[in-house]
């Protein structure tokens, strides 16, 4: 794989079963990432660390999920003017998820955090994607395809329920 361009990480390998999906769009985009666990409380200093030299390390993009007291997105956007997309991760010691969600979402002025939906790590993977798309013509030209495969689906969906010969009552 060439340099990694979007960099995944997580608050505990907990989070893997949520922040895989991330990692398996990018790969079917063809998007050379990395991923590992970085810990905003229990390792704090190797998130300043690999927040503040991840654009200099080359990558363009930071997704970052986390559960519970979730920091790490918001934290890791304090280091770094890269784009940092946070996920939301229902976890263990998440009460209902919302409180990952409000953690993430509601940052103060001036360090923004691109917030997916709950457990929305596919999401956070095509967003970050699509960041990256905005300049390079390659990645746009598979996220088109992507696109264009999500129409079909649909498309497939709704003939499939025609043939069955059901009018619509409406
Ligand atoms: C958060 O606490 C992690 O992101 C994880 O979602 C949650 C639980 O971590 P473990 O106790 O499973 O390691 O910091």
Redo the contacts with the bound molecule.
């Keep these: 794989m060439s340099k990694p361009l979007i960099g995944i990480i ?6 893997l079963k949520i922040m895989r999906e991330s990692a398996e769009i990018l790969e079917e985009l063809g998007i050379p990432f990395e991923i590992t666990v970085v ?4 390792t704090p200093q190797r998130m300043a660390d690999y927040a503040s030299s991840a654009r200099s390390r080359g990558l363009r993009v930071i997704i970052a ?8 997105p918001g934290m890791v956007a304090s280091f770094t003017s890269l784009p940092v997309i946070g996920v939301p ?1 229902k ?4 009460i209902d998820g919302w409180d ?1 969600i409000l953690s993430i979402l509601q940052m103060p002025s001036g360090v923004p955090v691109a917030t997916v939906a709950l457990n929305g790590a596919k999401n956070a993977g095509i967003l970050g994607a699509q960041i990256l798309g905005s300049e390079n013509k390659v990645v746009a030209k598979k996220l088109d395809a992507f696109k264009k495969g999500l129409q079909k689906k649909v498309e497939e969906s709704f003939r499939s329920i025609e043939k069955k010969g059901w009018k619509n009552t409406d």
């Design positions: 997580m608050g505990s390998q907990s989070d810990s905003a409380h229990r999920g986390a559960g519970g007291a979730a920091h790490l991760i976890s263990s010691n998440s990952s």
